[in-house]
């Protein structure tokens, strides 16, 4: 029996930098509730003044806005999922299934969404693929559907959840190890609050359940349940995984550019709240012991002077003009330089230099919209191999970001479609892919009944 609570080397490398990642991608009271570990403390700070700094932090999360325009402009319109086959069941399942995908009402497009954001944090996003337990073994594939055993569900993972894996020879996983915690009161006359943490076990043929109770740091972890995963007639793990290069990880790059605009928006914000606040300042020859404050006056001699001290305000404009720098500098590496330069104000740009950056961000779009649609379609096809309903996946989209650009693709249909090109396999291709995309946002089942009316009006199946 192994060690099912032991951590590959890489995820302890990892974990404490995805926990910084969720909190700058969080920001707001989780943010601030964490800062001691973000707000740098002064060499010899007086730890009174480094409390108070802490009690007046503020952060200007760029970066969690411009992961949430990816996610928003990626999925502007929804992928468009065609599935073909003979298999009813196989149809009203995923019809269901694109609607409902984890049994929690949450529809395929908002949990990929969700998928694609994670990714961009954590730099990895896992998918895994359930089906309910089997508690006998049904005769018929009718009573398999009737009783939801085949009715497949997906569950998400964030990147630190997967505390240790292997991987075979063609670089598949041979088995992982997932890992969640909670906190849950049991029951509602005992208000005492249980820390449980799940393990969940997965080869390519048998998984294991895992879970601990905590009360007072004790507890032994227990085996709940134990058998034959859903894929394991296809000889592989149930978890996919969504993942982005380097160079698109956005969090990754720019985390500590967002950091060192933390520290020193927030050390800006200090000083010139502190310079709010002038010292009086006595110029004389004399011993000075007298009290001054709201409620007194001072008395000077004929010699005497007073004044206040007030910063000069250099240092100011070269902090304003830093933290300007940093934040383009975010916008940059994460390939929004144009945003920046919209949001500064300063920066005037040709439109042909828009339409340039704009070029480059449209191309990184591009390529997130490939990955996102790879795996989408690696999860259907396992479901469906799984399921064995002969069905076949295919999975396009994700790679228009402009809601206007729909006009432009009708005439360039039109214009198709006037060459005379005797294909109907083409025309029904160019008639499903204006009418899903035009109608994007409706349910899976209605999608599905436009595709088979438009493959019957033109008369030739897709091959």
């Known amino acids: 029996m192994f060690d099912i609570d032991r951590e590959h080397p890489e995820y302890k490398q990892r974990k404490q930098m995805w926990r910084w990642y969720r909190d700058l991608y969080a920001g707001g009271q989780q943010m601030k509730d964490n800062a001691a570990e973000y707000l740098t403390r002064r060499q010899r700070e007086p730890l009174d003044v480094y409390g108070e700094r802490l009690l007046r932090v503020f952060y200007e999360n760029h970066i969690g806005s411009i992961v949430d325009w990816y996610a928003a402009t990626l999925f502007r319109r929804e992928p468009q999922i065609a599935f073909e086959g003979e298999s009813e069941f196989g149809r009203a399942f995923f019809s269901s299934f694109c609607d409902n995908c984890d049994l929690k ?3 395929l497009t908002d949990f990929f969404r969700q998928c694609f954001i994670d990714t961009l944090v954590g730099g990895t996003s896992h998918i895994l693929v359930d089906f309910p ?22 569950s998400r993972h964030r990147a630190e959840e997967l505390i240790n894996w292997s991987n075979d020879e063609q670089g598949q996983y041979e088995w992982v190890v997932l890992r969640r915690t909670q906190k849950r009161q049991h029951h509602i006359e005992n208000a005492e609050i249980v820390e449980e943490t799940y393990w969940y076990y997965f080869d390519k043929q048998s998984f294991r359940v895992y879970r601990r109770e ?3 740091e004790q507890g032994q972890a227990e085996l709940l349940a134990e058998g034959l995963h859903g894929l394991a007639k296809l000889g592989r793990v149930p978890l996919f995984t969504m993942r982005t290069s380097e160079g698109l990880w956005l969090m990754n790059k720019s985390a500590l550019l967002q950091l060192e605009h933390f520290n020193k928006s927030n050390a800006l914000g200090w000083a010139i709240t502190m310079g709010l606040f002038a010292m009086p300042v006595i110029y004389s020859d004399r011993a000075w012991n007298q009290i001054v404050g709201e409620s007194y006056y001072i008395q000077l001699g004929a010699q005497d002077r007073f004044g206040w001290t007030e910063p000069e305000g250099k240092v100011y404009q070269i902090a304003v003009d830093n933290l300007s720098r940093l934040r383009d500098e975010i916008y940059r590496v ?18 042909l230099s828009k339409m340039r950056d704009f070029a480059i961000t449209n191309e990184v779009l591009r390529s997130y919209g490939d990955g996102v649609k790879d795996t989408i379609r690696k999860v259907l096809e396992a479901i469906s191999a799984a399921r064995e309903d002969g069905i076949t996946v295919s999975v396009s989209g994700l790679d228009e970001f402009d809601v206007g650009d729909f006009g432009t693709e009708l005439k360039d249909a039109q214009t198709l479609l006037q060459l005379g090109i005797d294909s109907p396999t083409l025309k029904q291709q160019i008639y499903q892919k204006l ?6 946002d409706v349910r899976q089942e209605v999608k599905e009944q436009i595709a088979s009316e438009i493959e019957q009006a033109v008369g030739k199946p897709i091959e």
Do not use: F, M, W
Not at 335 to 344: D, K, M, N, P, T
């Open 105 to 107: 009402g949450t529809g």
């Open 133 to 154: 337990r089997l508690d006998r073994q049904p005769v018929n594939r009718a009573e398999e559907e009737a009783a939801g055993l085949s009715r497949a569900y997906l």
């Open 214 to 216: 905590r009360r007072n």
């Open 334 to 351: 994460c390939y929004l330089s144009q945003a920046s330069g919209e949001i500064s104000g300063g920066h005037a740009q040709s439109a």
């Open 435 to 440: 009418a899903l995309k035009y109608l994007c």
